[in-house]
């Protein structure tokens, strides 16, 4: 067998346009992306031929910065972060509240991926961890892209 290294990156968009307003802040980005084990995604999907990326230009490319890491898997960092954005369990039911409600969100993939439904579900159970509700909600292509 021979292994080809390609370029390939599988991603998630924080919604800024959520109408609650619950991406805006960058430490709830960040949090996010602590709550995401990517290592453990590529380990365990992927049998580790996939990598962590930090931005969208590999490091190992010309304009790539090999300085820069990506976040770490951190649910108690992502917890710190949430605290500090404000984002806190007030009524504990072990889940956090926004001053507009509940700290929750719905995670939208293709259903025709199943890796893609394995990387939500792995964010689902790590974001519970740190008090935060993920919805998962997989849809064909089309649907998909309308919403």
Known sequence: MVTVATTYMEMIYWNLDEPRGLFKDARVRNAMTMLLDR?????????????????????????????????????????????????????????????????????????????HKEIASLLEQSAAKAGVRVHLQGLEWPVMWEK
């Open 39 to 115: 290592d453990g995604y590529a380990g365990k999907i992927h049998r580790g031929f996939y990598r962590p990326a930090t931005t969208l230009i590999d490091p190992a490319m010309w304009g790539g910065d090999p300085a820069l890491k990506p976040h770490p898997f951190d649910v108690a960092g992502a917890a710190r972060l949430l605290d500090e954005a404000g984002i806190k369990d007030r009524d504990g039911d072990g889940f956090r509240e926004t001053a507009t409600g509940p700290m929750s969100f719905t995670v939208i993939y293709t259903a025709a991926t199943p890796e």
